[in-house]
Nanobody, 119 residues
Framework: QVQLVESGGGLVQAGGSLRLSCTAS????????MSWYRQAPGKERELVAG????????NYDDSVKGRFTISRDIANITVYLQMNSLKSEDTAVYYC????????????WGQGTQVTVSS
């Protein structure tokens, strides 16, 4: 089992920055990758960025490349999403997802944190 707790969301003006955190707790199966997704009103949930906890390899959606940075703290099973140069279109609920594998693929989601960018 893995419980994910996100924090760091809030209201920021366009051009500002926020840093999201996601910490895994109650870990009985260690995740091997963690990702940030977001869902804006009326839209589907989309991948923002992901990181391998094993290798540190990262991937980003084109819309956030050069503005967002995902990083990891392996010891505390925490991932961060540093968001700079925020735009109004970044407004969404941001969710953390962890993937683990024990004979089969397992997925865990956090409860989400709201990010609102005012123009």
């Amino acid at each position: 089992q893995v419980q994910l707790v996100e924090s760091g969301g809030g209201l920021v003006q366009a051009g500002g920055s926020l840093r999201l955190s996601c910490t895994a707790s109650g870990v009985t199966v260690r995740p091997y990758t963690m990702s940030w997704y977001r869902q804006a009103p009326g839209k589907e949930r989309e991948l923002v960025a992901g990181i391998s906890l094993l290798t540190g390899n990262t991937n980003y959606d084109d819309s956030v490349k050069g503005r967002f940075t995902i990083s990891r703290d392996i010891a505390n099973i925490t991932v961060y999403l540093q968001m700079n140069s925020l735009k109004s279109e970044d407004t969404a609920v941001y969710y953390c997802k962890a993937r683990a594998r024990v004979f089969k693929e397992l997925e865990y989601w956090g409860q989400g944190t709201q990010v609102t960018v005012s123009s």
